[in-house]
């Protein structure tokens, strides 16, 4: 086999994944709607797998994180306490020929190729950036800007029968507001002593406009990230014990070491004393993969101030009365799934010439781990009844359409491990054809072996 990789492009991406069911575009019969993505048979599995792989790690595994599920909805009083009422916002321009609005920083990262860390500048800053290296509109191709304006992202809705601003509410921009504020339930009924996690999986949603790089920034995102609560004293070396775990977790899920690097925040939050993002080298350049930020004191601070409820921990061994420090470690599930897509791609030039497109998956978060495939019709009976067996522990693909050959390739597009194929000799020895995808190597087991067989492979 002549291993020849070639760099994916985001456009190959996209099209593998709407031919192989990994990503559609949302509402497509109606013409789409932007920046907004479906999940279709394959991509629903890989994206839960890589949820599951997450919660597996930083809870299942973490006898001091604790897990909870938010509601969406929060008193519109956590907004103001969280400073997303008064002061959160995006700096945005706008195309004075082609009317299009961008986020300022974006334009300035997408020029630069990742370079330039626009989050350092001031909006004086940002402007003048744009007019020294003639950053055009990347829609018509014009630089002609208005001034840069903040925008807050915010979907504001209202809750009950009648519309008024006593009853505006808002979708969650983050779900890190819902740890916070249930700060004091889980240290009650969990007995947590700190330092101690609170661990969530949820959407949240920003009204932003995105550079329409796919799955990168879109307006509705699901985010896995936990706080964790600590002594001050304490909290420096969790942050840095943090920036560790995080790049480990995504480095054995598959994504390599020369495809990440740290970048520290240049500008930090007042509240804060220390913040990091994990990049990862996307097909558009460098861009942040996941968090990991020292908030200190400030927000359960907030709650406490706006809430009029006491956010203090009291330590049983010395009786100190005190308000935790956070560490706060948070990752887009959808930023993850596109950065694995795109580590995964591979178009491999084999020894006969063809080319054959594989997704690499490790096999704990492939959509499927095997494919169930009869040589003919005549051994479907046999195939269906292995299919039922394996798939009480495992998501499998059953496929018994087109050459073996064309089943295999479609595995292969589609990242499953394994392919079992049933022909002629299962019926007489109980035996099968077990093919490797990265390799495409083949071996003959029993069926009675191949569950053990695969569970070696999902270990993570």
């Not at 661990?199 to 985010?223: C, D, M, W």
């Not at 995504?250 to 970048?263: P, Q, S, T, V, Y």
Request: with cysteine; glycine share 6%; aromatic share 12%.
């Amino acid at each position: 086999m002549d291993n020849k990789k070639k760099a994916v492009t985001q456009d190959k991406l996209v099209a593998l994944c709407k031919s192989r069911g990994f990503i559609f575009p949302g509402s497509e019969i109606y013409g789409g709607f932007a920046n907004t993505w479906d999940f279709g048979p394959v991509g629903v599995e890989l994206k839960n797998n890589i949820k599951r792989s997450w919660w597996k790690r930083f809870v299942q595994e973490s006898p001091d994180t604790y897990g909870i599920d938010a509601a969406i909805l929060m008193n519109p009083r956590v907004w103001e306490a969280s400073g997303h009422v008064a002061s959160f916002g995006d700096p945005k321009m706008d195309c004075k020929n082609c009317k299009q609005r961008f986020r300022a920083d974006t334009l300035i990262e997408a020029h630069s190729k990742g370079k330039v860390a626009a989050e350092a500048m001031t909006n004086e800053e940002m402007e003048k950036y744009i007019e020294e290296h003639d950053v055009k509109c990347p829609h018509c191709g014009v630089r002609n800007w208005t001034p840069i304006r903040k925008f807050n992202p915010m979907f504001v809705t209202s809750r009950g029968t009648l519309e008024s601003d006593a009853d505006k509410v808002y979708l969650r921009p983050e779900t890190c507001q819902g740890e916070y504020v249930n700060f004091l339930n889980v240290q009650r009924t969990a007995r947590a002593k700190v330092p101690f996690a609170i661990a969530q999986i949820g959407k949240s949603f920003r009204n932003e406009i995105t550079p329409g790089n796919f799955l990168f920034r879109t307006v509705e995102f699901e985010q896995m990230e936990l706080q964790r609560f600590c002594k001050e004293s304490d909290s420096m070396d969790i942050y840095s014990e943090y920036k560790e775990k995080a790049l480990k977790y995504i480095e054995d899920l598959g994504l390599k070491k020369e495809n990440l690097r740290f970048h520290d925040h240049d500008k930090l939050a007042h509240y804060a004393k220390a913040a990091c993002d994990i990049q990862f080298l996307f097909p558009m350049g460098w861009q942040e993969l996941n968090g990991i930020h020292h908030r200190g004191t400030w927000d359960l601070s907030r709650h406490q101030e706006y809430s009029g409820k006491a956010m203090t921990y009291i330590d049983p061994f010395t009786g100190e009365k005190f308000i935790p420090n956070v560490i706060e470690y948070s990752i887009g599930a959808d930023r993850l799934t596109f950065a694995l897509m795109c580590e995964a791609y591979e178009e491999e030039t084999l020894a006969n010439g063809e080319t054959r497109v594989v997704m690499h998956f490790h096999p704990a978060i492939a959509p499927y781990k095997v494919g169930i495939l009869p040589l003919q019709k005549q051994q479907s009976e046999k195939a269906k009844e292995v299919y039922a067996k394996l798939s009480k522990k495992f998501m499998c693909d059953y496929d018994e359409a087109g050459s073996i050959g064309k089943r295999y390739r479609r595995q292969d597009e589609i990242g499953t491990p394994f392919c079992v194929t049933v022909d002629f000799d299962t019926l007489n020895d109980d035996t099968v054809t077990v093919r490797d995808r990265d390799s495409m190597e083949q071996i003959r087991l029993k069926i009675d072996e191949l569950a053990a067989y695969i569970e070696k492979s999902l270990e993570f």
